[in-house]
């Protein structure tokens, strides 16, 4: 007993030593080491760390060439923010939307921490995720699955955990796309142009947390940020990301994203990927890069700062002295526990809508139909598609970049047959034999789905971005043929985002309907976790607004430019401000117990008045003092165990210009026996309380009172408090 201790607690002390450094002085020993290397490297070293080898020319999606002068090592950068893309013997982690939707930090850290072990087993140096710079301001566009929601806050949050957990694998982190890539559509001309008080309190707010965090790269969008190139973009580059967020490390730019040799190395870029364009031409650096320092068109200095950056996140992440292993996409990096930790955020990521007259959950005797081909995999299998695109069978990632092949995938079926009891199977979405396929069940379930992905492939005819709001394959038809023909219709939704559900929701034979969003290779087991007796429950809590009707989200995917301007008003603060009554409100989420709210105590320092800290990274330093404390007791009070998503919302005082109704600033996720009570510890930093003053560039607590509001979610709000910053 006490041997094992020591040697747990030994270690844990050696994993400790290995860690990277955490903190706002993390960056200064790999800095100083990145400095001290430039002075062994040549003119064409500096070059060659700073541009991609070319396209599909070495292991990874992204190569730069060895060093041996410093045994700096063939760089290898890999998609993507849920594993190892192309990877064999890797694990497919559930896409950011469902983290996001656990609201569980524990899990999202953990879930970083088994991805950043997977890439590095596979010999990856630098991890392309996490991806939060899809806020999902357009509930349509393609690649909003690839974060974690539609809120500012929440995607910090769990972007900040996601790059804890990769990096403290020895892994570097990529966080993207930076910025304001809002849209497939149009993706690599369009120029979003946000005005600068959205731009800060909405966009740049997650790479904030993500600069914080020590991430160590960030990577620039393809499309124009108010005219200019994200990656040839002062404004954004120098300015908002080195000057105002202090981000030491180096900015990478999306594939082939890059459009000049000199404006870019002017305004901010410091590695070039892939180094070409697809067809292996157009190369801006490399030999031009060298050529245009030698012609003094960019300064040596900036050269070496480029170096010096890249370097400085090998460093950060100790890849110097502890390096990865050779890179290999064949490696066996799966585990069980990494196997577990998928279910239990697909499990945890479900949530529960509705559930009328108590259907759910299953009896394991209960005679069970399946209907829809989602039931089941894809039968031309499970990795039929290239990089997910196309929407056959269950559904449980969107497509594109940000994808892996599934090593497995449990479907519902497969793991509803198994714990229950399926007398019958309808695989597919015709309407025709529905009828007969459910007459002998005691409930039905109806499986439908939602896709979207990136640009560069069209599923359907759907070329990244959704067309509409509705259920693929006709899937209100199929839920429509079920309910006709039976009485007990649980209808279960796989989808990408948010779906309109008014064609089912009004029918007499839906009784219960599950948003089990993309449950990846686990998604099978998960659904079974949370609707059969004995399991789990669902935990989730919606990410983004579920409308009436597509029209009501204020914002959509446009065909030219978009000028941003539906400002701070995105998914429920526009439902607010507009008073318009959504189906299912952001935050939203059942369970099969009750929760009772009490207690509330506030407590604050809060002063009024810009930030005024020293600029580290992530921005000033006082921007992330803790100001004001609020708890709230909350008690399990039905008869079985469960967990609430306790969750915080700020009104600023009325001196503040005009903000949002009400922001999300604190959640907590707790988990509690029949009849427990816990409390629920909230902990308002600084930026929390503020608004950007345009006119100051500054973040400022407005004078007055402030609103605290704890609920179960952006409409159900229980316990109202309040704090005055004077
Ligand atoms: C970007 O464009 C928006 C919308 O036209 C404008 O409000 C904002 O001031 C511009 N930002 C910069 C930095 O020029
Ligand atoms: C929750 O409370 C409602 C009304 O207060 C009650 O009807 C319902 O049965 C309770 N549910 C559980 C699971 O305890």
Redesign the pocket.
């Known amino acids: 007993m006490h041997f094992q201790l020591l040697t747990l607690l030994a270690g844990a002390l050696l994993a400790q030593a290995q860690l990277p450094p955490v903190g706002p002085d993390a960056w200064t020993e790999a800095l100083s080491k990145a400095t001290a290397a430039l002075a062994k490297l040549s003119q064409n070293d500096k070059v060659s760390i700073v541009t991609g080898v070319g396209w599909d020319k070495g292991p990874c999606v992204g190569n730069t060439a060895p060093i041996n002068a410093i045994r700096y090592p063939q760089l290898c950068l890999q998609d993507g923010p849920l594993g190892v893309r192309f990877a064999t013997n890797a694990n497919s982690f559930t896409p950011g939307i469902q983290a996001g939707s656990t609201w569980d930090i524990d899990l999202v850290r953990q879930r970083g921490a088994h991805i950043g072990a997977e890439a590095r087993g596979c010999g990856v140096h630098v991890l392309l995720g996490p991806a939060p710079g899809a806020l999902g301001k357009n509930p349509h566009a393609g690649r909003n699955w690839e974060g974690f929601g539609a809120d500012p806050y929440l995607q910090g949050i769990m972007s900040s955990e996601t790059i804890q957990g990769i990096q403290s694998q020895g892994v570097q982190a990529t966080v993207k796309h930076f910025l304001a890539n809002e849209q497939e559509r149009n993706r690599e001309t369009m120029s979003s142009n946000v005005p600068d008080r959205p731009l800060h309190e909405l966009y740049l707010w997650p790479f904030a947390d993500a600069v914080r965090a020590n991430v160590a790269s960030v990577m620039c969008s393809y499309n124009k940020l108010n005219g200019t190139w994200a990656c040839e973009n002062n404004h954004l580059l120098n300015r908002l990301l080195k000057t105002e967020l202090a981000f030491p490390g180096f900015v990478v730019s999306d594939w082939n994203a890059q459009h000049s040799t000199v404006a870019s190395a002017a305004s901010g870029l410091d590695l070039t990927m892939p180094g070409s364009d697809f067809n292996g031409r157009n190369i801006y650096w490399g030999p031009a890069l060298a050529q245009a320092v030698s012609a003094s068109q960019v300064p040596l200095a900036r050269l070496n700062d480029m170096a010096k950056r890249v370097l400085a996140g090998w460093y950060l992440l100790r890849q110097d002295s502890a390096a990865p292993p050779q890179i290999n996409m064949k490696a066996a990096v799966s585990q069980q526990s990494h196997r577990d930790g998928i279910r239990a955020v697909a499990r945890d990521g479900i949530v529960l809508l509705k559930n009328a007259r108590g259907v759910l959950p299953l009896k394991k005797t209960a005679k069970l139909a399946l209907v829809g081909s989602a039931a089941v995999v894809n039968p031309k299998g499970r990795n039929a598609c290239p990089d997910r695109g196309c929407n056959e069978g269950a559904l449980g990632m969107g497509w594109g970049s940000g994808t892996t092949e599934y090593p497995y995938l449990v479907s519902p079926h497969d793991a509803l047959k198994r714990d229950g009891n399926v007398v019958a199977l309808h695989a597919s979405d015709s309407t025709s034999g529905v009828a007969s396929a459910v007459k002998g069940a005691d409930v039905v379930l109806v499986f439908i789905t939602a896709d979207s992905g990136e640009g560069y492939l069209t599923a359907e005819g759907v070329a990244g971005d959704r067309p509409n709001l509705d259920p693929w394959h006709n899937g209100n038809a199929l839920v429509k043929a079920a309910a006709e023909a039976h009485g007990n219709v649980v209808v279960v939704v796989q989808s990408v985002g948010p779906v309109v559900l008014e064609g089912v929701l009004g029918l007499e034979g839906v009784k219960a309907v599950v948003w089990a969003g993309l449950g990846s290779q686990e998604m099978g087991n998960a659904l079974g976790d949370v609707v059969m007796e004995g399991g789990v429950g669902p935990s989730g809590k919606l990410v983004y607004t579920i409308a009436k009707r597509e029209e009501d989200y204020g914002s959509k995917v446009v065909s030219g430019n978009d000028d941003f301007r539906e400002g701070l008003y995105v998914d429920y603060r526009h439902f607010d401000k507009m008073g318009l009554e959504p189906r299912y409100e952001f935050g939203f989420g059942l369970s099969?117990?009750?929760f009772t709210y009490g207690g509330l105590t506030v407590a604050s320092t809060a002063t009024a008045g810009p930030a005024t800290g020293k600029v580290v990274p992530g921005g000033r330093a006082d921007l992330w003092d803790e100001v004001a404390a609020v708890s709230a007791m909350v008690e399990n009070t039905?008869?079985v165990g469960g967990a609430e998503v306790v969750q915080l919302y700020l009104t600023l005082p009325s001196s503040a210009p005009e903000t949002p109704v009400r922001q999300l600033r604190g959640f907590a996720k707790l988990k509690l026996k029949a009849g427990e009570k816990k409390a629920a510890l909230f902990n308002l930093r600084k930026r929390d309380l503020c608004y950007w003053d345009v006119a100051r560039q500054e973040w400022v607590v407005p004078a007055g009172k402030f609103v605290v509001s704890v609920g179960a979610s952006s409409r159900d709000l229980r316990l109202v408090g309040e704090f005055t910053a004077v």
């Open positions: 099969y117990t009750n039905g008869g």
